[in-house]
């Protein structure tokens, strides 16, 4: 059964999958960081995939999407050279089977792009899969999986940073669920504020989306903060953090004839 990689470079973090055939064996996620050499990510991917078991020379692919254009020559390099493997980038060419219809299809983030595809093979549409990520994006898939857009707000922890850097008399605090919406101090004010002022957010924009096109929309919550923000929802019915990876390796799937 054929094991491959799949990498999901965002603007904060990158998230690595191993899959021995449709499962997701071993994943992990570390900073992105785009002065790392090749060798340095060469010793990190390379070191993390060793300490799991997996024999590198027996990957049958590697696939990738990526926000980060300047960091993508290093891992294009790390990949070839640390596992002789040349990686499929999703991007203009590759075979995804998904329907954009967006003005400037070629401008949708291929996170968004990959998102979608996994979520329609998981939940069928209509769908609205809301990523928290540097950014909370919204993306939403029509009853007939056509991919038709979606909106862009600022990330939790974007945010939260922000409000800690312009607020001289605010400290830095955990981003946690408090017990209570009233916060009784300072932190648990602003982590208040921040996960259920997000929570809401998400709610106002699915209800805004639902009537400019009224669909029986699947919410579907993914990122590294989605655990944290989605329970809070009222409309989110599923949560699946590693949303992107399953659908790179379907993107795999897709062209591996290719």
């Known amino acids: 059964m054929d094991s491959i990689m799949v990498l999901d470079v965002g603007n904060s973090n990158t998230k690595i999958g191993i899959f021995v055939g449709p499962s997701l064996a071993h994943h992990w996620r570390i900073s992105t960081v785009q002065e790392r050499t090749t060798d340095e990510l060469g010793m990190v991917i390379a ?6 078991g997996v024999v590198r020379n027996q990957l049958a692919g590697v696939v990738i999407s990526s926000v980060v254009p300047p960091i993508m020559p290093a891992i294009e390099r790390m990949c070839k050279q640390y596992f002789g493997i040349s990686p499929l980038i999703v991007g203009p060419g590759v075979r995804t089977g998904l329907d954009i219809k967006a003005d400037s299809p ?3 983030g291929v996170d968004r792009i990959v998102n979608a595809i996994s979520a329609v093979a998981q939940y069928g549409p209509p769908l609205i899969i809301v990523d928290f ?9 029509d009853a007939l999986g056509h991919y038709v857009g979606g909106a862009i707000a600022p990330g939790v922890r974007t945010s939260a940073d922000a409000l800690f850097e312009s607020a001289a008399k605010l400290p830095r605090v955990e981003l946690a669920r408090p ?6 101090n300072t932190v648990t004010g602003v982590q208040s504020g921040v996960v259920y002022g997000f929570a809401s957010l998400v709610d106002g924009m699915v209800e805004h989306i639902a009537r400019e096109l009224p669909l029986p929309y699947t919410v579907v919550a993914t990122g590294g903060l989605a655990e944290l923000i989605a329970p809070e929802s009222k409309c989110i019915s599923h949560i699946h953090p ?4 399953e659908g790179l390796r379907i993107v795999w799937e897709r062209n591996r004839e290719r």
Not at 179 to 184: D, Q, R
């Open 106 to 108: 070629r401008e949708v």
């Open 242 to 245: 590693l949303l992107t990876l």
């Open 47 to 52: 070191g993390l995939v060793q300490s799991a």
């Open 179 to 184: 017990k209570t919406v009233i916060g009784k």
């Open 133 to 141: 990520g540097t950014a909370t994006t919204f993306c939403v898939v």
